[in-house]
Each structure stands twice: as C-alpha cells, then as structure tokens.
T-cell receptor
Framework: ELKVEQNPLFLSMQEGKNYTIYCNYS?????LYWYRQDPGKSLESLFV?????AVKQEGRLMASLDTKARLSTLHITAAVHDLSATYFC????????????FGQGTILTVHP | DAGVTQSPTHLIKTRGQHVTLRCSPI?????VSWYQQVLGQGPQFIFQ???????GRGNFPDRFSARQFPNYSSELNVNALLLGDSALYLC????????????FGDGTRLSIL
C-alpha cells in the first residue's frame, strides 16, 4: 500500500527565512504533485513533477523530485506572510490515473 | 473560464439519511475524481471516472457510489449516513488521464447530526 509522509507537520517561520518541507513516499510512483490549501478553501495546484531530477520554481517556492530516494522537497525562500497555508504533496502511481494519495499536510505559519 | 463547480456548498443531514453531491468539471475535462477530507487530514480518494466509466475506487464502503453523465458531470451518493461521514467532499477534474494536475472544486461541507 502506498504511503505518503510529510514532515514537518507544523512549521512556524519568520518572514525572510528559508525552510524545506519533505515528502517521502513508500513505493515507486510516476507523478508527484504539490498543492496549497488556505483555511476553509479548496486545493490549489502548485507544481507537477513527472521525472527524476525534475525541478520547478514559482516565486518563492521551488519543488524537486528524487524518484530513487522516493523524496520530494518544497523549498521556501525568504518567506512572506502570504505563504501561510497548508501544503500537501500527493503521489499518483502508474495506471492508477486520477487516484492521488496525499500526505498529511504541513501547516505553515509565517510570522512578521 | 469556469472552474470545477460543486453543489450544494453546505449540507446538514441526520444519521441514516442519504445524500447526493454534484460536480461539474471544467469544460473539456473528461476525468472526475472524488475525495473525502476530514478536518486536519489530507484528502482521501473515493472514486475516479473517465469517459463515464469507473476507473478507480478507494477503500470506502458500498454505501458510497458515484456515476458520471454524458456531459461529464458527476454525482456522489452516500447512503445510510454515519456520524463519521462528516467531512469536506471534494471533486476534481482533469482533461486527460495523467501528467496534468487535478483541478479541485470548493467542495461540499457535509455535517451529520
């Protein structure tokens, strides 16, 4: 059974600091996604990572994928308050199209 | 362009009742997936439909069922509601079968009393 684990689950950061969220998954998978969820809202797609070594960047966020280590990272650079949200990674295997297995989520709070 | 739309937004039911949740995907999207998100957890996969056929089912009891219509909209039905069914139910659509992100609707908040 595919398991997806994120850490940390809670992250309190100061504005301007850097930090990384880790996403480990238990079995070989083909596609990895990062989503953001604001309180009471739905999920917003951030990144799609499709191959080993893939790196995507958008603003202060950068995501990478190491399929051999079964690890994805979401790096936050010079955090700002607007980045406060819950971040989820989700894995999609082989022919199980449309079935995303999500991590528990990382609640990020950025303080002034 | 309209995103994924779900109805109703909120719903209150009592134990033993049944409920129907509705989802309209983004125009042109043929794949619809349903997820249950309990407070404080990540979404859990329930069903996926593509071209009106069920293509995947998660670990949910038979009380949960779904279907997809010729216009690619979808319904999720839950019978014999239990307190534990209280959750946010999310619908997501995607144009094809993989490689693109799923786009999520705002969800239906279901509360069971």
């Amino acid at each position: 059974e595919l398991k997806v684990e994120q850490n940390p689950l809670f992250l309190s950061m100061q504005e301007g600091k850097n930090y990384t969220i880790y996403c480990n998954y238990s079995t070989t998978s083909d596609r990895l996604y990062w989503y953001r969820q604001d309180p009471g809202k739905s999920l917003e797609s951030l990144f799609v990572l499709l191959s080993n070594g893939a790196v995507k960047q958008e603003g202060r966020l950068m995501a990478s994928l190491d399929t051999k280590a079964r690890l994805s990272t979401l790096h936050i650079t010079a955090a700002v308050h607007d980045l406060s949200a819950t971040y989820f990674c989700a894995v999609e295997r082989g022919t199980s199209y449309g079935k995303l297995t999500f991590g528990q989520g990382t609640i990020l709070t950025v303080h002034p | 362009d309209a995103g994924v739309t779900q109805s109703p937004t909120h719903l209150i039911k009592t134990r033993g009742q049944h409920v129907t949740l509705r989802c309209s995907p983004i125009s042109g999207h043929k794949s619809v997936s349903w997820y249950q998100q309990v407070l404080g957890q990540g979404p859990q996969f329930i069903f996926q439909y593509y071209e009106k056929e069920e293509r995947g089912r998660g670990n949910f009891p038979d009380r949960f069922s779904a279907r997809q219509f010729p216009n690619y909209s979808s319904e999720l039905n839950v019978n014999a509601l239990l307190l534990g069914d209280s959750a946010l139910y999310l619908c997501a659509s995607r144009e094809g079968q993989g490689g693109q992100p799923q786009h999520f609707g705002d969800g239906t908040r279901l509360s069971i009393l």
